[in-house]
Each structure stands twice: as structure tokens, then as C-alpha cells.
């Protein structure tokens, strides 16, 4: 399914869309406390409101450079483009979402896959952009990840992957985007079986097809504070049961509340976090 | 015959012929020439039945896949099982009611059947929540196929359903994570699994239940990955474009057969299931039976191999060579 209706990662409450990737302007307003915060120290707190700690969107590089070792990062799967496998116009032709959102993100598609170094530990790398399409699954999406998970086994590597996706599995490719779950999940399966350690880690938001396959399924699912999580997205749970959903729900906390993540990790301690569980599981 | 109170506009001809013929049926004595009319209206009949259901566009098709007299999983236990033996209970929560498991019989072969039931009358339907499974379902379902895994049962999987619930409880108890662990869980198992979409094939909720060696989907039924009215409403605005929608996501059997999503498409009778459920019943019992035989054959571990590459290839994109200036 896949969810989510509004086009921006996040919305400041005076309604304004705040920007996306590293803002460019001096000062900003943080989405969470709409404080108005120094752009540079922001990026320095690795987008995260210098005020009141609120994480702000990163862009897929950023993640690299915020969680691998500098420089250690290898790009794999690089030449998979998405292509328009249903002829999909909806209010514009997909292929030129395609080509609109390539040219603002310079990304190919919203995931990043690779290898590289987390405080001197080889792991394989997974990383969505929330900003490509909502950072949805289609087929390149899936079939990079999948790759992942298979080389992963192969080399028997621990395996990262942090996920932002409001959109969950890609509409615009029907059938095939619904299907990667399951692609992406036995891939999972395999690796488990081998032994293999998955470090799933739910950043904001992580919705739909995305949250209901490979993000639900690491060995350990960290997750960064007050994420959006969930299945179904809050408008069609409102819209199908009609009442209004508590403060708080669907948010990384709720989710720590219910027991289906197992911790809740700041952004500044990821790399430790994840270089830390690397040891404890002897990987 | 369809129920009056649920008509499809576009059967309005098939409803008119059916009445008529319907009519001379029951006029007593019938004349050589009564004779003769009927034999013609029935002709005439079939002929429009034929031609408004080939022309049928992708809207008008999740509309028959979600008529109401359209046979459903609980038809089927009856119609293509010898025996259905509901197991219920997820040993955890609840005892989800739109996700059904329990033992069955097809002809010599004991399996274990799982579907989705979305319930006759209003009552059924409130309790299964219109055949959308809550998390204690999928949690069922799994806990049954690891079961029938254990036996060496094969296991047949019907699905029929809008989605997965969407709601307060089914965010608190994990759907996201059922669904998930669920798709993990069946492409491990190592027995048949066969998987069969008799009406809506409704995205995760769906697929929650498709992990199988085999998967059919039946002529007008429909799988997808959103809701026509969901995908409209983000895309277009409105729910009200839901007809271009379904147009736009190509989930019919044919295009679905194509995009390489399912394996078979299982013919239905003349003006779809709900016109001769006993015709779609034998059918569907005879794919089951036929696919059941030829996945029986094939050793475990091939089989489990075979599970996995078939949703391995699934996906359409470019790959260049690579090159050097990626960036």
C-alpha cells in the first residue's frame, strides 16, 4: 500500500513546506519547535534543531557521510535506472516525475547501496531518500536492496539499511512495486539463515510497503526519536474509522511503547549504536 | 442470478435477457413457438453475456471482483474442499475473523487452507471487518502455516481481500511487522504452497498471504498495489478519478499475467463467477488439483530454489553498462 499524502517529508505547524536536503539560506524554522535556527549549526548537529533536538530531513549522501567512515563508501549497483514499466500517467507521465525528481535530487532513484566502513567494520549499506518520489519502492529500489541482501550473503556482512519512505511501495509501478516486498523479504530470509545480522534502522517517515517488509524485519530495528511509523497512513485510518488518533501515535515512541522497535536512537549516536550491536553480535 | 438490490450498470442488457428468459421459463403450456423464442432469447443471452463481458475496463473489473454475490472463500470450502476443519486463534491475541485456517481436503490430499473471508451477511461482514485481516490474522496464519510446514502439508492460500485494516489497534499490534514477517516466514516453508486471488488481491493485506510456488489469480479478479480510490486520491486529488486509476495501475489478469506478478489466470464461466458459482468452483478445484500434482513432484529444496527465483525476477527496470562517470 502506499501511503502518505502530502508530497514534503515534513510540515512546519505555521504551514509552511520547509526545505529539503541542506537548507541553502542562513537561518531556518525547525518543523518540530519553529524556532528560527542557524542553518550551519544545524548541519553540524547533523540536521537535528540545535532547540529542541527535532530531526530534519537528511538527504541519502548525508546519511553516508554521517554513518560510514569518510571516503569508505563504494557505490554498488550504480547503472540501475527506473524505467515506466505501465505507461503510468496520472496527472503527469511518470517518466518525467522520473526526470523532474533525478534533476532535484540527483539521485537515480531514492535508494543508495554499497559497501563501506562503520569505525573500521566492513558492512553493506542500504540507505532510502525520502525526498525521491516519497522515497518509495519500485523496481529499483527492489532490485537494489535485493542485491544488497545477496552480496551481503555472499561476503557475509552485516547489513545496514535506514529507511525513509512516506510512500511505501511506489504506485506508479503497480503490481511490480507491491511484489518487491516479497523479492526484498526472501532475500532477507535467506540471509537470516545464513547467520547474517540486519540492522534495520526507521528514520522519518517509514510507511507502508517499505515499513511492512525489509524495514520490520532487521535483526534489530533501531529507530530515530518521533519518526512517523506505521502501516496505514494516520489520513486513511481517519478517514476509515472516523475518529480522531491520539497524540503521539504512529510515532517512534509509540512504537517502543508497543514493543516493535529495539531502541530509539539520536542521529549524532548512530554510527556508535550500529558499530556497537556490530560487536556485541560478533559480526 | 444476481441479487436486485446490487446491480452492475453495465449488466443492465444481461439483467433484461435473464428476466425475459426467465419469463418464458415459467409460461405453461409452452407453445412450439414459446419453444421457439426461448431458444433464441437464451442464444441471444449468452451472446450479450459474451460481449459485455469481454469489453469490461479495468474499473468495471474490481467492481465484479467485489460484487457481492461474487463467491467467496467460505463458497469455496464447500464447493472445492471435501472438509474444512477451521482452526482458529493466533495463541496470542484473538481469533482474527477475516483471516481463516484450518485443515482441508481436495480429493486425496490433506492441506491446510488459509483465506480470507469477508462474510455474507452484515453481521459476517462487521466481524471480519468487510475481509480486512487485523495482525492477530496474519500472526494466525503463520502459526498454522508453520504447522502444516511441520506435517508436511502443502498449503493453499485464497486471498480476497480490500487491505490489510487500517486502524488504532492494527498500528498498536504491528500490522507493518506481520506482514512482513509473514512474507519472510513463507518463502522459507518448505511444502507447496499454491496461492490463488479469487476476488480483491488488496496490496499488503494481500500479499501478506502470496508468497506462494504458484500464484493464479481468477479472470475478473484483481490485484493491486493500492485501492483504485486510494491511489486517486493521492495522485489525482480526488477518489472521484478512481476509474482512471484503476485504468493506470494495470491490475487486471491480464496485465498482471504480463508484468509476470502471477503465474495463471483461471478462466471464469460465462458473465463471471457469481453467474455459476459450481462452474468456477470445479474450475478452480481442477488449477489446485493440477498444480498441487506437478509441485508435489519437485524435491524440497528445488522447490524452495524455485519460490525464491520466481519473486527474484520480478521487477522492470534499466541496467547500463557500468561506466565511469556516475557521477
Known amino acids: 500500500m502506499a501511503i502518505g499524502q502530502s508530497e514534503t517529508p515534513a510540515r512546519s505547524p505555521n504551514g509552511a513546506r520547509p526545505k529539503r536536503g541542506v537548507p541553502e539560506g542562513l537561518w531556518l524554522a525547525c518543523p518540530g519547535c519553529s524556532a528560527t535556527v542557524f542553518a550551519k549549526e544545524t548541519e553540524r548537529c547533523m540536521n537535528c534543531c540545535p532547540e529542541c533536538d527535532y530531526h530534519m530531513y537528511v538527504s541519502a549522501r548525508d546519511r553516508i557521510r554521517h554513518v560510514l567512515d569518510d571516503g569508505t563508501f563504494e557505490e554498488w549497483d550504480a547503472e540501475l535506472l527506473p524505467a515506466d514499466p505501465l505507461g503510468f500517467i496520472d496527472k503527469k507521465r511518470y517518466i518525467d516525475r522520473l526526470a523532474s525528481e533525478q534533476a532535484r535530487t540527483g539521485m537515480r532513484d531514492a535508494a543508495l547501496t554499497g559497501c563501506g566502513m562503520i569505525r573500521a567494520r566492513r558492512v553493506a549499506f542500504g540507505v532510502t531518500d525520502s525526498a525521491f518520489i516519497m522515497g518509495s519502492m519500485g523496481s529499483v529500489v527492489g532490485e537494489r536492496l535485493t542485491r544488497l541482501v545477496e552480496r551481503a550473503t555472499e561476503q557475509d556482512l552485516p547489513l545496514v539499511i535506514i529507511s525513509g519512505s512516506g510512500g511505501g511501495a511506489r504506485m506508479h509501478e503497480g503490481i511490480l512495486s507491491l511484489m518487491q516486498m516479497a523479492k526484498i523479504s526472501a532475500a532477507l530470509a535467506r540471509f537470516s539463515e545464513m547467520g547474517g545480522l540486519f540492522i534495520s534502522v526507521l528514520t522519518n517517515p517509514t510507511m507502508g510497503g517499505v515499513a511492512a517488509s525489509f524495514a520490520s524485519l532487521g535483526d534489530l530495528v533501531y529507530a530515530e526519536p518521533k519518526a512517523l511509523i506505521g502501516f496505514a497512513g494516520p489520513r486513511t485510518i481517519e478517514a476509515t474509522i472516523r475518529i480522531e488518533l491520539p497524540e503521539g501515535f504512529q510515532t517512534s515512541e509509540f512504537l517502543l511503547e508497543h514493543g516493535y522497535i529495539d531502541r530509539i536512537v539520536r542521529r549524532p549516536d548512530l554510527k556508535s549504536e550500529i558499530a556497537r550491536t556490530i560487536d556485541y553480535c560478533g559480526k | ?327
Not at chain 2, 441471444?44 to 479495468?58: G, H, I, K
Not at chain 2, 502455516?145 to 498449503?155: E, T
Not at chain 2, 519472510?184 to 479469487?198: K, N
Not at chain 2, 480510490?229 to 478512481?242: D, M, R, V, Y
Open chain 2, 1 to 327: 442470478m444476481a441479487s436486485e438490490a446490487f446491480r452492475l450498470d453495465f449488466e443492465e442488457p444481461i439483467y433484461a435477457l435473464e428476466k425475459r428468459v426467465r419469463q418464458l421459463e415459467a409460461t405453461e403450456p409452452k407453445s412450439a413457438q414459446l419453444h421457439e423464442e426461448l431458444r433464441a432469447k437464451r442464444r441471444e443471452l449468452a451472446d450479450v453475456t459474451r460481449t459485455v463481458y469481454s469489453q469490461l475496463d479495468a474499473w468495471q473489473i474490481v467492481r465484479v471482483a467485489r460484487y457481492p454475490d461474487r463467491p467467496k472463500f467460505s463458497d469455496y470450502t464447500n464447493m472445492v474442499f471435501d472438509e474444512f476443519v477451521e482452526l482458529h486463534g493466533d495463541k496470542f491475541y484473538g481469533d482474527d475473523r477475516a483471516l481463516q485456517t484450518g485443515f482441508a481436503k481436495l480429493n486425496e490430499y490433506k492441506i491446510l487452507l488459509v483465506g480470507h473471508q469477508k462474510g455474507k451477511t452484515l453481521k459476517e461482514r462487521n466481524e471480519c471487518y468487510f475481509g480486512c485481516a487485523h495482525p492477530e490474522g496474519y500472526r494466525k496464519a503463520m502459526a498454522k502455516m508453520r504447522l502444516a510446514a511441520k506435517f508436511k502439508m502443502p498449503i493453499i492460500c485464497l486471498i480476497d481481500t480490500p487491505g490489510a485494516y487500517p486502524g488504532i489497534g492494527a498500528e498498536e499490534r504491528g500490522q507493518a511487522q506481520v506482514i512482513a514477517e509473514s512474507m519472510f516466514t513463507m518463502s522459507l516453508l518448505p511444502v507447496p504452497i499454491i496461492c490463488v486471488v479469487i476476488g480483491e488481491g488488496g496490496s499488503g493485506g494481500a500479499l501478506g498471504i502470496g508468497v506462494g510456488d504458484r500464484v493464479g489469480v481468477l479472470q475478473f479478479a484483481y490485484y493491486s498495489v493500492i485501492s483504485p480510490e486510494g491511489c486517486a486520491g493521492i495522485l489525482w486529488k480526488s477518489h472521484k478519478f478512481a476509474e482512471d486509476a484503476a485504468r493506470a495501475l494495470r491490475l487486471t489478469s491480464d496485465n498482471l499475467l504480463e508484468l509476470g506478478a502471477v503465474d495463471d489466470v483461471i478462466e471464469e464461466p460465462l458473465g463471471a463467477a457469481h453467474r455459476n458459482p459450481h462452474q468456477m468452483a470445479t474450475r478452480l478445484k481442477i488449477y489446485l488439483l493440477r498444480t498441487l500434482r506437478e509441485l508435489l513432484e519437485i524435491p524440497e529444496e528445488e522447490l524452495l530454489a524455485r519460490r525464491y527465483a520466481r519473486f527474484r525476477r520480478i521487477g522492470h527496470f534499466i541496467e547500463e553498462a557500468p561506466a565511469c562517470d556516475l557521477d
